[in-house]
């Protein structure tokens, strides 16, 4: 079945979310908030949202992967499509269902693993890969190369990436893994709150002006200064709480890695928009814009946390 959409119903889509966008605004200003009380109130929101479902575990993580992986994937096609890119998005909806129980580590209770050496996620990524290939040979057209291309670069960048937070939830085990799921969070949060008040403070030098204007290298450091804080703050709870000890080195250089993961993954996110032309992804949070502009950070910072649990935290 032809999966690209309409031209005439993709501009219609996207002056739905224009006018959506006006109108909360115009509530916004009816209830007397103004945009950054609106923002500080939907962060507390989302936080709240998001440490009740890590604590909970697996009953709320599949309707909240489902949900944001959903979001996410509606807002990236309709940014693709204001660029005439056709995405295979019923294939890419399928894709990222059978990603969250491929996601699962071999650790979690009655999993079965595949093969030594190649996870359930890595065989879906290049089975999806082959699927949109061949499907663009059995039926090509003139945005066949584009159409695969970006397709499994919205399967990627969406559900394969979320599902490192499934993963990470289990590694070692579900208590440790709610640690370092919650770690990464707080990170994201701390560097965000570092760029913002160091860039206001010093910000003089653009980091890159024609992705993000507002960018700066001083709050970039600030950014990573807190990060590494907030995480031999953690560092100090998990000795104190698990008596899990990585060395000050180590936590030193978590805090820069993640940290960056989170400003590349804001920065990765603006470039997208920037090429299509919009200011938001979508107008789902009010003073956040939509999905993505939320979870940009998470989506690069969680697999490297992962890799970095793996391979440095539990060697």
């Not at 959506?20 to 949202?49: D, M």
């Not at 065989?123 to 291309?149: K, T």
């Not at 990627?156 to 990470?168: K, R």
């Not at 080195?249 to 993640?258: E, Q, W």
């Amino acid at each position: 079945m032809v999966e690209l959409a309409d031209v005439s119903v993709r501009r219609s889509l996207y002056q739905f979310v224009r006018r959506a966008s006006r109108r909360t605004r115009l509530l916004l200003t009816r209830s007397g908030l103004t945009p950054l009380q609106a923002r500080v109130i939907s962060s507390c929101v989302v936080f709240g949202f998001l440490l009740l479902v890590l604590y909970v575990g697996m009953p709320l993580m599949i309707p909240a992967y489902l949900l944001f992986t959903w979001l996410g994937l509606q807002e990236y096609t309709t940014m693709m499509n204001l660029r005439d890119i056709p995405i295979r998005k019923r294939s890419l909806f399928v894709a990222a269902a059978l990603t969250f129980p491929a996601s699962l580590p071999a650790s979690y209770p009655g999993f079965v693993p595949l093969m030594s050496g190649m996870s359930w996620r890595e065989a879906l990524l290049g089975v999806f890969a082959l699927y949109l290939i061949g499907l663009e040979i059995v039926r090509p057209n003139d945005n066949s190369v584009l159409s695969v291309v970006f397709s499994l670069m919205g399967y990627i960048y969406v559900p394969w990436f979320l599902g490192y937070a499934i993963t990470l939830r289990y590694t070692p085990d579900g208590v440790l893994g709610l640690w370092y799921l919650t770690v990464p969070i707080l990170v994201i949060i701390a560097s965000d709150i570092g760029g913002y008040t160091f860039g206001r403070l010093f910000g003089k030098h653009q980091i890159a002006p024609q992705v993000s204007p507002n960018k700066t290298l001083e709050g970039s450091l600030g950014g990573l200064f807190l990060a590494v804080v907030t995480v031999l703050v953690m560092l100090f709870g998990l000795e104190l709480f698990l008596n899990l000890r990585l060395e000050l080195y180590d936590a030193v250089l978590f805090g820069l890695l993640v940290g960056s993961a989170a400003q590349i993954g804001d920065l990765f996110e603006s470039l997208i928009k920037r090429w299509v032309g919009v200011k938001d992804s979508g107008f789902l949070m009010p003073g956040h814009g939509g999905v993505l502009d939320r979870i940009d950070s998470f989506l690069i910072a969680v697999p490297i946390t992962y890799y970095f649990v793996t391979l440095i935290a539990l060697r």
